[in-house]
């Protein structure tokens, strides 16, 4: 048994306790968090640290199975030309594929991260994952926007799902993108996920190339499904509406759907979500590193704020960021978005993550009975609660 206190503990549920103390047995396991009102009262065996305590991370998006991508693409390409050198430059030998998605594991528990929801178009990741101590839950990605494609590449998500289940890996099928998935695939991905009940995921209005694809068949995306992947387009209508109203209609409303990204989502937007599916199971994935690093844009944080969304945080994949690190992306968004508290800012990093990946049973909070990961954050400027530049982690469980 441990008791381990601190400055501060922000719980993952919007609670903040001055002082407080943690108490876990040998596994991890919480058995008791106490508020002692900024009363700690000496006591033999209790570990005091400087700074705050918040349970493991959850990192709601990210891509595993390209780390070996990392520092490939220069900063700043833009959304197209980032789509590009991924196409150009993803295959590799499957040797350096998991030796960089073994180290990038492992940066990530170093990094507090306690679960992932990952995205896979492959095996190629899969025994990293299911030897990591993470837990991750894979989605299962399916690519193809040629409608003929559609038969192909639903079978090959389930050969990938057969492998996954064979290795005790959580994971369902997606679609990748408005942009780079059929009708026909969009509705046998849909009957999967009816199936399963799983939460899915999709890439939602990270570029505006997609609207314009969509609205009028025209423009950046237009030209890259045409000229860079050589599909012909010539039997695709466009729908007079941007991607997500194009497309949102195909996802069952009843599994819980994580949106990820949301760079040029709009209050529009948001009404039109509403209408579609129930706000209660729609999670809205923030990666504000990434987005930085293809297109020098955020989402407008305070818009989701406004409207009481669930957000989660994500790193995406090191193809476009520096590290994977919640914390590092939690920095971004401070700095963006000053009016955001810290204590908001760690349920995002934490219980809604874990809620959304449908594993809050278990982690994403402080709570006696869970098995969370206890984060030490330090560095803080504890009378603001603010992360500064220098803010960092360290893992206490
Ligand atoms: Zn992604």
Not at 311 to 337: P, R, V, W, Y
């Amino acid at each position: 048994m441990r008791k381990i206190a601190a400055h501060l503990i922000l719980d993952g549920r919007g609670n903040c306790f001055s002082k407080g103390i943690v108490t876990i047995d040998t596994n991890g396991m919480i058995l008791d968090v106490q508020d002692t009102g900024g009363n700690l009262q000496e006591e033999a065996g209790i570990e005091f640290y400087s700074g705050i305590l918040v349970p493991g991370f959850i990192n709601a998006h990210c891509h595993l199975e390209v780390s070996h991508l990392a520092n490939a693409f220069p900063e700043g390409a833009g959304f197209i030309p980032f789509l590009k050198m991924v196409v150009d430059q993803r295959a590799d030998e499957l040797g350096v594929i998991t030796s960089a998605a073994e180290t990038a594991d492992l940066l990530m528990q170093r990094n507090g991260i306690v679960a992932v929801g990952d995205i896979s178009n492959g095996t190629s990741s899969f025994e990293v994952k299911a030897k990591s101590k993470i837990g991750y839950f894979t989605f299962l990605e399916t690519l193809g926007f040629n409608p003929e494609r559609a038969e192909k590449a639903i079978e090959w998500a389930q050969s990938c799902s057969g492998s996954a289940s064979e290795l005790g890996l959580k994971c369902s099928i997606v679609p990748h993108a408005p942009y780079s998935v059929s009708e026909p695939l969009f509705r046998a991905v849909a009957s999967e996920a009816v199936r399963s009940g799983l939460p899915i995921s999709i890439h939602s209005q990270e570029s505006r190339e997609e609207d314009e694809l969509f609205e009028y068949g025209k423009g950046g995306m237009a030209a890259h499904l045409r000229d860079n992947l050589g599909i012909d387009t010539s039997s695709f209508l466009p729908t007079g509406r941007n991607a997500l109203r194009s497309t949102l209609e195909f996802l069952p409303a009843q599994n819980p759907l994580l949106l990820v990204h949301n760079v040029y989502t709009e209050q529009e937007d948001l009404d039109y979500i509403q209408g579609v599916r129930r706000l209660e199971n729609t999670w809205f994935v923030l990666c504000p590193c990434s987005n930085l690093f293809i297109q020098k844009r955020l989402p407008d944080v305070e818009l989701f704020r406004r409207n009481d969304l669930q957000l989660c945080l994500g790193t995406d994949s090191l193809a476009s960021n520096h590290q994977l690190s919640i914390l590092e992306e939690m920095k971004i968004i401070q700095q963006a978005f000053p009016s955001v508290s810290l204590g908001e800012m760690i349920q995002w990093a934490t219980l809604n993550g874990a809620s959304a990946l449908g594993i809050s049973a278990g982690v994403g909070s402080l709570e006696v009975g869970k098995r969370p990961g206890i984060n030490l954050l330090t560095g803080t400027d504890l009378s603001s609660q603010k992360l500064l530049p220098g803010s960092g982690i360290k893992k206490l469980c």
